[in-house]
């Protein structure tokens, strides 16, 4: 009978922040897999857990995954963890997870701590639709075609990013978001927790520290609510062409919040998207 893989959510800052029953799983597991075996440690020595680790990050994922399967599949559990927050997202993990499903090995999460979703319930932001993504490019010219496509979601987007790279970050959202609120969650359930509120150029300015871990959190895209008569067919249509295009909502999902946004039910919606069609031809 094959083991278990556990993918265990760790505190993000706050070594209080874990539950009885990743706590039970890390005391029980034969191994546990971590992103640092040095800060995971830590975590361990505050809870007397004794459990013994071994190292699993980005430049060893190739030589661990095969040797973590070995050992499930002899009937070992095995508690994956990172550095903080829930494996796989932004952090190693899926490869093994992957490979696990391959196997019909056993794979159970334990869920806990993610600093996308802490921050975006403290950002006040509307959450029905809430995208996560990584890490922007480290690269200017990359970083600005990826906040181009970030602008272009109407909904709740959530980021990380590195503290070296926060106000260059910064500096493009203010120009390419303007207005849009955004929130700066910075060092989030720590000590010296800061929440930062405003518009991109604002929150920069407002910006004393650039040491911690940042986690950003863009409000939804602000639209002007106009009557049917004042909405210009041509920019539902092109609201239309590029939200399609760069979100994952479906074209029904994306007339209907169109609609929203103008105050327009979905069948003067699609008329004014044909009216534009056709105008063009």
Same mark, same amino acid.
């Given at each position: 009978?094959?083991?278990?893989?556990?993918?265990?959510?760790?505190?993000?800052?706050?070594?209080?922040?874990?539950?009885?029953?990743?706590?039970?799983?890390?005391?029980?597991?034969?191994?546990?897999?971590?992103?640092?075996?040095?800060?995971?440690?830590?975590?361990?020595?505050?809870?007397?857990?004794?459990?013994?680790?071994?190292?699993?990050?980005?430049?060893?994922?190739?030589?661990?995954?095969?040797?973590?399967?070995?050992?499930?599949?002899?009937?070992?559990?095995?508690?994956?963890?990172?550095?903080?927050?829930?494996?796989?997202?932004?952090?190693?993990?899926?490869?093994?997870?992957?490979?696990?499903?391959?196997?019909?090995?056993?794979?159970?999460?334990?869920?806990?701590?993610?600093?996308?979703?802490?921050?975006?319930?403290?950002?006040? !932001?509307?959450?029905?639709?809430?995208?996560?993504?990584?890490?922007?490019?480290?690269?200017?010219?990359?970083?600005?075609?990826?906040?181009?496509?970030?602008?272009?979601?109407?909904?709740?987007?959530?980021? !990380?990013?590195?503290?070296?790279?926060?106000?260059?970050?910064?500096?493009?959202?203010?120009?390419?978001?303007?207005?849009?609120?955004?929130?700066?969650?910075?060092?989030?359930?720590?000590?010296?927790?800061?929440?930062?509120?405003?518009?991109?150029?604002?929150?920069?300015?407002?910006?004393?520290?650039?040491?911690?871990?940042?986690?950003?959190?863009?409000?939804?895209?602000?639209?002007?609510?106009?009557?049917?008569?004042?909405?210009?067919?041509?920019t539902i249509l092109n609201n239309f062409g590029h939200i399609t295009?760069?979100?994952?909502?479906?074209?029904?999902?994306?007339?209907?919040?169109?609609?929203?946004?103008?105050?327009?039910?979905?069948?003067?919606?699609?008329?004014?998207?044909?009216?534009?069609?056709?105008?063009?031809?």
């Amino acid at each position: 009978m094959t083991g278990t893989l556990f993918v265990v959510a760790t505190p993000i800052g706050n070594l209080e922040d874990i539950t009885l029953r990743a706590l039970r799983v890390l005391r029980e597991a034969d191994v546990i897999a971590a992103e640092d075996t040095r800060r995971t440690a830590r975590l361990l020595g505050r809870h007397g857990i004794q459990t013994p680790t071994i190292s699993f990050h980005e430049h060893n994922t190739r030589s661990r995954v095969p040797q973590l399967l070995t050992r499930l599949e002899a009937g070992e559990s095995v508690a994956l963890v990172t550095d903080a927050g829930t494996p796989s997202i932004s952090d190693p993990g899926v490869e093994l997870v992957r490979a696990c499903i391959g196997k019909g090995v056993a794979v159970d999460s334990i869920p806990g701590p993610s600093a996308p979703i802490t921050a975006a319930s403290l950002s006040g !932001f509307p959450l029905d639709s809430l995208t996560v993504l990584g890490f922007p490019p480290a690269r200017a010219a990359e970083r600005k075609k990826w906040m181009e496509a970030l602008a272009i979601l109407p909904h709740t987007v959530s980021f !990380f990013e590195a503290p070296h790279r926060i106000r260059a970050t910064l500096s493009e959202a203010a120009l390419i978001l303007g207005n849009r609120q955004i929130m700066v969650g910075r060092e989030l359930t720590k000590i010296h927790q800061e929440l930062l509120r405003g518009p991109a150029g604002a929150v920069l300015e407002a910006l004393t520290s650039a040491r911690g871990e940042f986690t950003v959190v863009v409000g939804p895209m602000i639209i002007e609510r106009t009557s049917p008569d004042d909405a210009s067919d041509q920019t539902i249509l092109n609201n239309f062409g590029h939200i399609t295009e760069y979100s994952a909502l479906g074209r029904r999902d994306v007339v209907r919040e169109l609609g929203r946004k103008h105050r327009m039910t979905t069948k003067e919606v699609y008329a004014a998207i044909e009216r534009a069609k056709k105008s063009v031809i």
